[in-house]
């Protein structure tokens, strides 16, 4: 057994019975990983170990996303590879995970809620009838793991479609989908995009949400080799801090855009 897995493991804090959604970069755990094992890292070691810390009535969920097809580029559900890292890749490829079916923001799900996740059929990517969604109402453990806020927490736009942001709209993508069964058709999603007439900069000041839930102790922040960095809040209760980020304080701690500081 791997001392480094087990410290990620300590360090992670998973319960029985959790609901949790993991971001992450792994990079820098698989070059330490191999410092101290000479061997490469199996990310299924630590997915293993995730299944078996949340055990039966836990639910494990990864992004998988790809934006391919808001170029117009075929999705199919089989064959599309995640753009979200190794452990989500991983994931796909194993028998006991499920992909869900938005061919933007899919997810790769595992234990007691994988099935109804699997029959979400929502249009947009941040709806409330979304993954994301779910999470929400499920107060979801949030880990990120060896990037920030900034790379790893899409939930932050979930609540900025949820309550209505002026930099953002609604915006229609596209292309030919094939289903899991080999099934193809032309299918319309949607995404809450950057308005681009506003000079929306997004992913630079996310961080500073982190920090306020961790002033709040709401969050928590650890490191793995003294150098891997975690990040761990429960969704549901984020989202009143950046709902209110987002009403009262003109989204300043999600993204920048013009108009911003106005009046």
Same mark, same amino acid.
């Given at each position: 057994?791997?001392?480094?897995?087990?410290?990620?493991?300590?360090?992670? %804090?998973? $319960?029985?019975? =959790?609901?949790?959604?993991?971001?992450?970069?792994?990079?820098?755990?698989?070059?330490? @990983?191999?410092?101290?094992?000479?061997?490469?890292?199996?990310?299924?070691?630590?997915?293993?170990?995730?299944?078996?810390?949340?055990?039966?009535?836990?639910?494990?969920?990864?992004?998988?996303?790809?934006?391919?097809?808001?170029? *117009?580029?075929?999705?199919?559900?089989?064959?599309?590879?995640?753009?979200?890292?190794?452990?989500?890749?991983? =994931?796909?490829?194993?028998?006991?995970?499920?992909?869900?079916?938005?061919?933007?923001?899919?997810?790769?799900?595992? *234990?007691?809620?994988?099935?109804?996740?699997?029959?979400?059929?929502?249009?947009?990517?941040? *709806?409330?009838?979304?993954?994301?969604?779910?999470?929400?109402?499920?107060?979801?453990?949030?880990?990120?793991? &060896?990037?920030?806020?900034?790379?790893?927490?899409?939930?932050?736009?979930?609540? %900025?479609?949820?309550? &209505?942001?002026?930099?953002?709209?609604?915006?229609?993508?596209?292309?030919? @989908?094939?289903? !899991?069964?080999?099934?193809? !058709? !032309?299918?319309?999603?949607?995404?809450?995009?950057?308005?681009?007439?506003?000079?929306?900069?997004?992913?630079?000041?996310?961080?500073?949400? *982190?920090?306020?839930?961790? %002033?709040?102790?709401?969050?928590?922040?650890? $490191?793995?080799?003294?150098?891997?960095?975690?990040?761990?809040?429960?969704?549901?209760?984020?989202?009143?801090?950046?709902?209110?980020?987002?009403?009262?304080?003109?989204?300043?701690?999600?993204? !920048?855009?013009?108009?911003?500081?106005?009046?």
């Amino acid at each position: 057994m791997s001392r480094l897995i087990d410290e990620l493991l300590d360090k992670m %804090e998973l $319960y029985p019975g =959790a609901v949790v959604q993991i971001a992450s970069d792994m990079t820098a755990f698989a070059y330490q @990983y191999y410092l101290e094992e000479k061997s490469p890292l199996d990310i299924n070691q630590i997915l293993d170990r995730i299944i078996e810390a949340v055990g039966k009535e836990g639910t494990l969920i990864l992004p998988a996303y790809n934006w391919d097809f808001c170029k *117009g580029i075929p999705f199919d559900y089989n064959t599309t590879p995640c753009k979200t890292g190794a452990m989500s890749a991983a =994931a796909l490829k194993r028998n006991d995970f499920k992909r869900t079916h938005h061919p933007i923001y899919s997810y790769a799900v595992h *234990g007691k809620d994988a099935e109804l996740l699997y029959h979400f059929n929502n249009i947009s990517s941040f *709806g409330s009838d979304s993954v994301l969604g779910y999470l929400h109402k499920k107060n979801a453990y949030n880990i990120i793991i &060896g990037i920030d806020y900034n790379k790893g927490f899409t939930f932050a736009h979930y609540v %900025e479609e949820q309550v &209505g942001v002026k930099y953002r709209y609604q915006k229609n993508f596209t292309a030919q @989908y094939t289903d !899991e069964f080999g099934n193809s !058709e !032309e299918r319309t999603y949607q995404m809450y995009v950057r308005d681009l007439d506003l000079d929306v900069i997004s992913g630079t000041r996310t961080q500073l949400l *982190g920090k306020r839930f961790e %002033e709040l102790g709401l969050a928590k922040t650890a $490191y793995v080799a003294d150098k891997i960095q975690l990040h761990m809040v429960h969704l549901g209760d984020a989202y009143p801090i950046i709902e209110d980020d987002i009403v009262n304080n003109r989204s300043r701690k999600i993204c !920048e855009y013009k108009g911003q500081d106005d009046e």
